[in-house]
């Protein structure tokens, strides 16, 4: 049973990581519009390269590498959901761990103008994923621990 509860785990931190990528992450856009989480994904990315106006503090761009330094989670996770299929659920227990941290940083930037910024469930989905990959690796651990967990 715990052999099957910690696939089912996994599978939906899978799921979550990839439906957050289809739900609104910010909504109403400061211009107008809605940005879904594949937006932010390319968004985050490219945001510490580009040239911003000329009164651009350091804090903006402080903020500007904390939204790269969120895109990060993304590679830390794919490296967490390959090492639990390659049953080396340790390095993904620590992996998701690792995703989480890069990622947290991110509501302070969404939050810099107040409460009423804070992301869109695309976000929260996103960040929920890197919990059920812990979940789902911790549960993996404990049930080869008690010899559950042979492919």
């Known amino acids: 049973m715990r052999n099957r509860a910690a696939r089912i785990a ?3 931190a899978v799921a979550l990581y990839g439906v957050s990528f289809i739900l609104p992450v910010f909504d109403p856009m400061p211009l107008g519009g809605t940005m879904y989480g594949w ?3 390319l ?6 390269f580009e040239e911003g106006p000329a009164d651009d ?10 939204y790269f330094g969120a895109w990060l989670a993304n590679p830390s996770a794919w490296f967490g959901f390959g ?15 690792v995703s989480l941290f890069l990622a947290t940083p991110l509501l302070a930037a969404f939050a810099q ?3 009423q910024d804070l992301p869109g469930p695309g976000c929260w989905v996103w960040l929920s994923s890197f919990v059920a990959l812990i979940v789902a690796s911790r549960a993996a651990i404990v049930a080869d621990a008690r010899g559950g967990m042979d492919s």
């Open 43 to 48: 968004w985050c990315v490219q945001a510490p």
């Open 10 to 12: 996994f599978l939906v």
């Open 83 to 97: 090492s639990w299929l390659a049953h080396r659920w340790k390095l993904a227990f620590g992996v998701g761990f």
């Open 113 to 115: 103008d107040g409460p």
């Open 57 to 66: 503090g350091p804090l903006t761009f402080l903020y500007r590498w904390m």
């Open 39 to 41: 937006g932010a994904f």
